[in-house]
């Protein structure tokens, strides 16, 4: 059985570093497209970052600069690195797979190719 579990959430000031993780189980990363998204309170789901399995990347221009994504295929553990937080940045944080082809889509931050996700983890950033 597929699984992601996200962990590294929490809350920091503004200006401060989080780094969240995904592991999955019963997957393996090659070949598949994985991605964060975060909802905001009362807000609708946004893409953050993708990786592909060859290590291209996208982002989201509000983290651009900002937050780095990176995985370890040997570890089946996605990250995702947050600098200069902000209180905008608060969400509940999902990492997601999908097909390769996921990651070269421009509707990648709609999330709608990715079909396996992660319980969410809590970012929270006080203004």
């Known amino acids: 059985q597929v699984q992601l579990v996200e962990s590294g959430g929490g809350s920091v000031q503004a200006g401060g570093s989080l780094r969240l993780s995904c592991t999955a189980s019963?997957?393996?990363?090659?070949?598949?497209?994985m991605g964060w998204f975060r909802q905001p309170p009362g807000k609708e789901r946004e893409g953050v970052a993708i990786i592909s399995s060859s290590g291209g990347t996208a982002y989201a221009d509000s983290v651009k600069g900002r937050f780095t994504i990176s995985q370890d295929n040997a570890k089946n553990t996605l990250y995702l690195q947050m600098n200069s937080l902000k209180p905008e940045d608060t969400a509940t944080y999902y990492c997601a797979a999908g097909p390769w082809r996921s990651c070269y889509s421009g509707s990648w931050p709609m999330g709608a190719d990715f079909g396996v996700w992660g319980q969410g983890t809590q970012v929270t950033v006080p203004s």
């Open positions: 019963g997957y393996t990363y090659s070949s598949v497209c």
